[in-house]
């Protein structure tokens, strides 16, 4: 499936979709629980794909209008009769790796072309460290993995450079393990608000934490705790956010987008980023509502994703039309997404006419006019969305494989056309 991108401006209001990352963690703790209704679910791909996971284990999920029944299984798995699917979502896969751990048996874990590429070796080492036979089938920490039960606890160390998946998968299972566990992390935590936006849902649903951090950092996790999660309803979403909000500064044009308050999501970095590149920006937290106008001119600035690797191909676009030099530094970790996004970033951007110096894990973008092209959406949810956008500025242009905007966020065009973009889907 295509998009064909015309210069547009967009105006008006739009409801931000539910948090995929608050989703995945409200259903996965509410099937380590007993009875709990998650409000406002997002149901997305990604999201599915960890409902089929819980089910798999035992959990009855029930959705109904605006929520998902969870009849959890408390902590006491079945050893899923299937191999587990989880598509595209790294998320799942990480959390059902760890949580499969837990289960009296042997389960697989595969999914997707892209899912069997990403890595895995610093969780399953750990695991191993924990007691559990945990491996991957070709031997290269990628998926199809295999775990086979045993989770006892103890002390393990992991490498925080790769992704924060593996840290909060590891404190979502430890809890139920028979022996206190402490995960230090070595090096640089990358990613690290996922990992807050994980503790702080085990807190909700009444299961303790203790982070020590003296130079470096690790997870004290008390073992056999109890899950209790009644109710949850899910935050909006400021990764999805960030296109509606970035379109209007790169446009010239006002959005109010609501359904966005306090959570420990990093991404509400985009606010910063956009004040600091120039757009009239606000955001009442009360309300839940940032109102954005673009002033149509946008200054370059530095930009570390150590903390928000999923703002990088927003930023790329948005530097793609300031004026100066734009750093995106500290990126290395946006290499393992569904693809290599620094690297189809500066691909397709250069097919737009725009200058992009690829390193190690760093992008510098120096801001021109961006041409309208025909450019590859790599099968990736942010890159189709951020390539759309570019194309709203630059005119003229298609994005391929855009149905991938069904992991996050399946509204995406419809929110875009109901705003007064100028977007035309096609076949092929
Ligand atoms: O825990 C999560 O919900 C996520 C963590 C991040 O991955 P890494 O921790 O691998 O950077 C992020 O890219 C992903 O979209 C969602
Ligand atoms: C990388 C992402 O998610 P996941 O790791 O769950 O595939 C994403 O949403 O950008």
């Given amino acids: 499936m295509k998009v064909s991108a015309g210069i547009s401006r967009i105006n008006g209001e739009v409801f931000a979709p539910s948090s995929k990352s608050y ?21 997305s791909a990604d999201t599915l794909a960890t409902v089929r996971a819980c089910e798999a284990f035992g959990a009855r999920i029930e959705k109904q209008h605006d929520r998902l029944v969870v009849h959890g299984f408390r902590g006491k798995l079945n050893v899923p009769d299937n ?7 790294g998320t799942t896969l990480r959390f059902m790796t760890a949580i499969s751990a837990l289960a009296k048996g042997s389960t697989v874990l595969t999914g997707d072309s892209s899912i069997r590429t990403r890595p895995n070796k610093p969780l399953l080492e750990v695991l191993n460290d924990l007691g559990v036979e945990a491996f991957s089938t070709r031997g290269n920490g990628c998926a199809p993995l295999v775990v086979r039960g045993g989770f006892n606890g103890g002390n393990a160390t992991i490498d925080g450079s790769i992704s924060s998946q593996f840290i909060s998968a590891l404190l979502i299972a ?10 230090s992390i070595r090096g640089d935590l990358k990613s690290r608000p996922y990992v807050d936006v994980t503790i702080e849902m085990l807190r909700q649903a009444g299961v303790e934490i203790i982070t020590k951090e003296n130079g470096s950092i690790s997870f004290v996790i ?3 705790q109890v899950y209790d999660l009644r109710e949850y309803t899910v935050p909006g979403d400021f990764s999805s956010a960030s296109y509606l909000l970035a379109t209007a500064a790169m446009t010239g044009s006002t959005v109010f987008v609501k359904n966005l308050f306090p959570s420990k999501q990093g991404d509400v970095e985009i606010i910063d980023v956009l004040r600091r590149m120039g757009a009239d920006i606000t955001w009442d937290m009360e309300e839940g509502t940032v109102k954005i106008t673009g002033k149509g ?11 928000t690797p999923d703002l990088v191909p927003t930023v790329a676009v948005l530097a793609a039309c300031a004026e100066g030099v734009t750093h995106i530094k500290n990126a290395e970790h946006v290499r393992y997404k569904e693809t290599d996004r620094l690297h189809a970033m500066a691909v397709e951007l250069a097919k737009m006419g725009i200058s992009v ?10 801001g021109g006019k961006l041409q309208g092209a025909e450019v590859h959406g790599w099968h990736d949810h942010r890159i189709v969305m951020s390539l759309t956008i570019a194309g ?9 494989t855009v149905e ?25």
């Avoid at 430890?174 to 995960?183: A, E, M």
């Avoid at 001119?297 to 903390?307: S, V």
């Avoid at 992991?407 to 977007?423: C, E, H, Q, T, V």
């Fill in 222 to 224: 008390p073992a056999n």
């Fill in 83 to 89: 191999v587990i699917d989880v598509a595209n979502s």
């Fill in 357 to 366: 110096k690829e390193e190690r894990d760093s992008l510098t973008i120096t």
């Fill in 174 to 183: 430890s809890p139920l393990t028979g022996r206190d566990t402490t995960i």
């Fill in 404 to 428: 991938s905007v069904d992991i996050s966020y399946p509204g995406f065009f419809d929110d875009m056309k109901r705003l007064g973009a100028n977007l035309s889907m096609l076949e092929g």
């Fill in 297 to 307: 001119k946008l200054e370059a600035i530095t930009f570390d994703a150590g903390a």
């Fill in 23 to 43: 989703t995945h963690r409200a259903i996965t703790i509410a099937s380590l629980s007993e009875e709990c209704i998650v409000y406002r679910p997002l149901l």
């Fill in 392 to 400: 709203m500025v630059a005119g003229d242009t298609t994005v391929d």
